[in-house]
Each structure stands twice: as C-alpha cells, then as structure tokens.
C-alpha cells in the first residue's frame, strides 16, 4: 500500500466488519474501496477459499491499492456491480460493504472543484475520464432543471432564487470556477449559516454530477440479487437524502418505504433488519475522525 496516499480514515470499521460476519471462505465486494482500510480487514478475516473484490471509480484509489492473491479491484462505478461480477464468473456473493461518504481527499484536493475552501476549476467528477463537470451544469441546465437539483439534492428553501441568479449571471460570464459559483451564491446566505448552506449547495452539485442517488440505487438493487440466503448488506450513510433510500430498501425492498404484504398480512421484504437501531460511531471516533460525526450504519441480512 503507498504510503504516502491520503485518504479518509475507515469509519465504524470495527462495526461494519463485525456486521459484515464474514465466513473465511466466502466472496466479499467492498464497493468503495478508497483508501482499502475497510478491504484489508475484510482480508485479514478470509482464508485461501475467500475473495475479495474492491470497487472504485476514482483513479487516484489506484495509489492505495496492495499485492494479495486474494483480491481484485475493478476501477469501476458500483452501479456496474453485477456486469463485473459477471464478468468475474461470481453468481452469489456472501456480503457486500459500502461507505459512501466522499473523503477528505476529495475535500482536501484543491483542484477537483469539491469543496468551497479552494477556488478551483468546478469539476466535481469522481471519475475524471467521464461525464459532465459542475461548471457543464452550471452553464446549461435550464432554470428549473437548477432549481430543482439545489431543492431536492441540498435541501435549500431558495434554489429558484438561486437558478435564476445563476442563469442571468452565466449570460454574461460562464461559471467555470468555485470562486464563480460563490459569487453567485453568497448574497442568498446569512453570515451565520454560510458554511452550512454553502456545504447543502456543493452537495447538491456534486451529487448530480456524479449521478450518485441513481448509482445507489443500482447498486442496492443489484446487491439484493447476487448476496446469497444469509449474506449481509453493510452500509455506511453520511447524509439524510442518502440514508433515507438505504432505510427504506432495507425496510421494504422499495426505495419509496411502501410496504407490500401476502395474503397473510407479513411484510414482503428481501431483507432482515440485522439492528433495528441505526449504529452512530462513538464520542472517541468522532472526536479522532470529525468525518466520522454524521455517519450511521445499517445491517440487513438476505432472507
């Protein structure tokens, strides 16, 4: 492993492994491999029947990659999880984890456009190689189309404000850089809840570019599918719009929670809820890991 690479520090990492009750011969998927914290205590638990396979879409996740016989990673979006599964011959996997909170590398980057502490070119692709930049949406999406990214994806009670500020300024300049887009949003924020604000702003963004509530949707329902009867679910949420769909399709097997019943009246579910309770990391993580302060955990086990 480099050394010298900086990613976040795994979070919930005992928790998630212990939910993960990984068998030493079985077929494990980390989805979001990073910085490998979580795949090398997966690994550490395996014998030479287990496999592991890692996930990430991100190349520089390549600088954190180790040498084990046991282990495969895939440079890929995880909604692509059963095509590479597939392609790998695996029909069933034991368990599958996902810790889907954006790290501090991405944060700490001051040329991806991610955070609003650097003024950048407004990129936001966790992929460099594909797809369209922040600055590609900023500049060409119509009004409502904006309007409706900053509502739904940050949460803000101004987004039409905030899309008609940003479509009459790009008429004269185009948006191309975080100093930009700030210029255009901060007369919309109180001092006191700037940050705040600003932080519900760029999540919006950069979840649109990245396409990532439709992604975890793909990936949750294809997980449903290739997880074996007894296989575990881990994942690791850092937002409510996130959250919201893992708790529902955990509950109920839709995304929407609506529960379906038989005839008897028990709910159809794929799942069993394996802590009824979300699990919140401790005051000692959280006060070593600040990333680690609004993450929560859920386990389901395949029926």
Do not use: C
């Not at 190689?129 to 119509?142: C, E, R, S, V, W």
């Not at 690791?236 to 996130?242: K, V």
Request: glycine share 6%; no cysteine.
């Amino acid at each position: 492993m480099n050394e010298t690479a900086t990613y976040h520090i795994p979070v919930l990492l005992n928790e998630s492994i212990e939910g993960l009750n990984i068998h030493p011969d079985g077929i494990y998927v980390d989805v979001t491999f990073g910085g490998g914290g979580h795949s090398q205590e997966i690994l550490k638990r395996l014998n030479e029947e287990g496999y592991l396979y890692g996930f990430d879409q991100d190349k520089d996740a390549e600088k954190n990659l180790f040498s084990n016989k046991q282990f495969t990673f895939i440079r890929s979006n995880f909604r692509y999880l059963s095509n590479f599964m597939d392609w790998n011959d695996v029909e069933k996997i034991d368990g599958l984890l996902a810790d889907l909170g954006v790290s501090w590398h991405h944060f700490d980057d001051e040329t991806r456009g991610f955070s609003f502490r650097f003024d950048s070119d407004l990129d936001m692709r966790m992929n460099k190689q594909a797809g369209k930049t922040a600055a590609d949406i900023l500049n060409t999406y119509p009004e409502k189309t904006l309007a409706d990214v900053f509502y739904h994806y940050g949460e803000l009670k101004n987004s039409r404000a905030i899309a008609k500020a940003i479509v009459r300024t790009r008429e004269t300049q185009k948006i191309r850089t975080v100093r930009n887009f700030l210029d255009v949003l901060k007369p919309f924020f109180s001092r006191e809840k700037e940050k705040k604000q600003l932080a519900q702003a760029f999540q919006a963004l950069r979840i649109e570019v990245n396409e990532e509530l439709e992604a975890l949707k793909e990936m949750l329902r294809q997980a449903a599918e290739l997880l074996k009867s007894g296989g575990r679910l881990v994942v690791i949420t850092y937002h409510s719009l996130e959250d919201r769909l893992v708790k529902n399709f955990f509950k109920t097997g839709d995304f929407e929670g609506a529960v379906k019943k038989d005839f008897y009246g028990n709910v159809l579910t794929p799942f069993r809820l394996i802590n009824n309770k979300v699990i919140v990391p401790g005051i000692e993580e959280t006060e070593k890991n600040p990333r680690s302060r609004s993450a929560k955990l859920r386990i389901v086990e395949k029926i």
